[in-house]
T-cell receptor, first 108, second 114 residues
Framework: GQSLEQPSEVTAVEGAIVQINCTYQTSGFYGLSWYQQHDGGAPTFLSYNALDGLEETGRFSSFLSRSDSYGYLLLQELQMKDSASYFCASNRDDKIIFGKGTRLHILP | ETGVTQSPTHLIKTRGQQVTLRCSSQSGHNTVSWYQQALGQGPQFIFQYYREEENGRGNFPPRFSGLQFPNYSSELNVNALELDDSALYLC?????????????FGQGTRLTVV
């Protein structure tokens, strides 16, 4: 089967750093993507890792280890606007498969 | 703003009816995918169209069908609606099928089946 596992909820404090983990089991795997979705909004692309290692985009970084079938999204200098759901997704040649999402709660 | 537009934004249908949802892809994108998102869940892949042909399909029954037109806009049709079909339906376009490309999502159509 194909599945991605991530925590359902994470809570962090404004200004802090938070890591959202994702493990996957998919065939035809090209890479791991991360999407952000605010309540009532559409998912928006954050990052993509095709190779092992860390990709950095501003306050957000994403990591992939193909040998461990594992990745994470790192959010630094958390802001209240980062309160949202975050999805890891497996890119294949014919589809993108999403995890169930991690709800990020940020405390002031 | 991604340039992917969906219509209608909200829709209420009765069980057993049929519904057609529409999606206009971002300019230059030849691939469109449809997803169903239940409340509190991740988007579930329904199918993907690449240059007017179905390129992949998820675990959805045949009463879920689609079309992609020469201008790369797309429709999702659902026949014999069931209560469990109530969900947010998302359309996503990409410049190429699969691989490393990111998906650009529309705002979705909220379908309620009563």
């Amino acid at each position: 089967g194909q599945s991605l596992e991530q925590p359902s909820e994470v809570t962090a404090v404004e200004g802090a750093i938070v890591q959202i983990n994702c493990t996957y089991q998919t065939s035809g795997f090209y890479g791991l993507s991360w999407y952000q979705q605010h309540d009532g909004g559409a998912p928006t692309f954050l990052s993509y890792n095709a190779l092992d290692g860390l990709e950095e985009t501003g306050r957000f970084s994403s990591f992939l280890s193909r040998s461990d079938s594992y990745g994470y999204l790192l959010l630094q200098e958390l802001q209240m606007k980062d309160s949202a759901s975050y999805f890891c997704a497996s890119n294949r040649d014919d589809k993108i498969i999403f995890g169930k999402g991690t709800r990020l709660h940020i405390l002031p | 703003e991604t340039g992917v537009t969906q219509s209608p934004t909200h829709l209420i249908k009765t069980r057993g009816q049929q519904v057609t949802l529409r999606c206009s892809s971002q300019s230059g994108h030849n691939t469109v995918s449809w997803y169903q998102q239940a409340l509190g869940q991740g988007p579930q892949f329904i199918f993907q169209y690449y240059r007017e042909e179905e390129n992949g399909r998820g675990n959805f029954p045949p009463r879920f069908s689609g079309l992609q037109f020469p201008n790369y806009s797309s429709e999702l049709n659902v026949n014999a609606l069931e209560l469990d079909d109530s969900a947010l339906y998302l359309c996503a376009s990409s410049p190429n099928r699969g691989g490393s490309t990111e998906a650009f999502f529309g705002q979705g159509t909220r379908l309620t089946v009563v």
